[in-house]
């Protein structure tokens, strides 16, 4: 079954002008084409384009997405580029990660904060509050403050 750029972009959640966007920058080398011209996308693009969307969401640049795909594309004598590629981009996805999770303490600890002070009316409430009163998973990051100061 063939589906045309429309019905493709639907199925993937992206707007059709993404789609034709990866086919100008080479992206998609695999699309058909009908003798006028119209891409034809078939059931086994969709793991490609899936794989392209992950790629592009992970923060791979498009060029190196063009190196993987035209790898790909060349068969197994390049399974240990794309494999490498692949563990470089997930270490860059893993940093993320961890910078997200330390700006999510962050900005929980400053709710926790925030709806202290409005309970007690002040943020003063903080000068004089004990290390036992902090939620626990606070307690490294206000230590870890304490030495920078």
Known sequence: ????????????????????????????????????GIRMFKDEDMEWLRLLGCLKKAGMPLREIKAFMDWSRQGDATIDRRLDLIEKQRQSVLEQQKQLEDTLLMLDYKRWYYQTAQEAGTCAVHDSLSLD???????ALMAEWEKES
């Open 133 to 139: 009163r902090v939620p626990e998973r606070f307690r």
């Open 1 to 36: 079954m063939f589906y045309t750029i429309g019905e493709m972009a639907q199925k993937l959640n992206v707007a059709p002008s993404t789609l034709r966007y990866y086919d100008k920058e080479g992206l998609l080398p695999f699309v058909e084409r009908s003798s006028g």
